[in-house]
């Protein structure tokens, strides 16, 4: 069994920064699982975010986001990490991490929620103007 938890949300002013975390545990390697970050705002889907593969320098991210968010992993932690910068009151929403148990290549990220079978509990993420 796998488990999520997610920490570091909050609130911010508009142009500031938060960085997310997601630490895994599980009876299989963290290494052998690909990661994802998604959100959800009120009345609304949950969409893609941005996602690491099994190779850490493998990532992609929604256009949204692309050149303000950075996502990262650490193995030996067990971690996965979401580094906002340049935050917008649209970035308002509770964001979830994702891990993908059937991850092969090691250069894909998925960025479909049915590509993730194990999610964490979310975590509120709230922007102001």
């Known amino acids: 069994q796998v488990q999520l938890v997610e920490s570091g949300g909050g609130s911010a002013q508009a142009g500031g920064s938060l960085t997310l975390s997601c630490t895994f545990s599980?009876?299989?390697?963290?290494?052998?699982?690909?990661m994802g970050w998604f959100r959800q705002a009120p009345g609304k889907e949950r969409t893609f975010v941005a996602g690491?593969?099994?190779?850490?320098?493998?990532?992609r991210y929604a256009a949204s986001v692309k050149g303000r968010f950075t996502i990262s992993r650490d193995n030996a932690k067990n971690t996965v990490y979401l580094r906002m910068d340049n935050l917008k009151p649209e970035d308002t929403a509770v964001y979830f991490c994702?891990?993908?148990?059937?991850?092969?290549?090691?250069?894909?990220?998925?960025?479909?929620?049915?590509?993730?079978?194990?999610w964490g509990q979310g975590s509120q993420v709230t922007v102001s103007s």
């Open positions: 599980g009876r299989r390697g963290f290494s052998t699982y690909a």
């Open positions: 690491v593969g099994l190779n850490a320098d493998s990532t």
């Open positions: 994702a891990a993908d148990s059937y991850a092969h290549d090691p250069t894909y990220a998925g960025k479909d929620k049915e590509e993730y079978d194990y």
